[in-house]
């Protein structure tokens, strides 16, 4: 947990104990919804941010030289809205690919515009066609998911991101450095 984090964290839970002090039970209860989306929109930036790690780490175990970095407190834009949270980093040869993901975390950084817990992107360096943005949603069940939007932002072409999408991303970003190295 980032000191950004822990000083939210802090401060939330001041907050609900002079509300609690105060008898309002409202703000209380809004409160505890924020910590509980707050936990989901934190598991769920690690996961993905994970997935893309575990997937670059495989494709290295296999003979690929990705380099891999992470930073924490990122911020990044998505329309008109500030976002934090994390960013990784994998370059490979002159491709880079970027993956972010966050949430407004003060009123004026704004709001996910239709709805979601969060926003992500995924950027490839140099291919803008390869890059997709994210929503964090709850599906029907109540879990988590990460949804890729569609590239026009129509529903139809909105789906679910899933370990095989991720695969393909390294893979766009290995087929990249490779093709650069063949015409070096």
Not at 28 to 44: F, M
């Amino acid at each position: 947990m980032s000191e950004l984090d822990e000083a939210w964290a802090l401060a939330l839970a001041e907050a609900d104990a002079r509300a609690r002090a105060a008898g309002r039970s409202d703000i209380s209860e809004y409160l505890a919804l924020r910590n509980s989306n707050d936990l989901i929109r934190t598991t769920a930036r690690k996961w993905l941010l994970g997935m893309f790690a575990t997937a670059a780490g495989e494709a290295n175990r296999a003979g690929a030289s990705i380099n891999i970095s992470t930073e924490e407190a990122h911020r990044f834009k998505v329309g008109n809205a500030s976002m934090v949270g994390g960013r990784l980093s994998l370059g490979s040869g002159v491709r880079m690919l970027l993956v972010e993901a966050g949430w407004p975390r003060a009123p004026r950084d704004g709001f996910i515009r239709g709805g979601g817990l969060a926003c992500g992107n995924i950027k490839h360096r140099g291919i803008k066609s390869a890059n997709e943005e994210l929503r964090l949603v709850l599906n029907s069940s109540g879990a988590p998911s990460w949804l890729v939007e569609g590239k026009h932002g129509t529903a139809a072409e909105t789906h679910a991101l899933h370990e095989a999408d991720v695969r393909n991303h390294i893979a766009i970003l290995l087929a990249g450095s490779r093709n650069q190295s063949t015409r070096s």
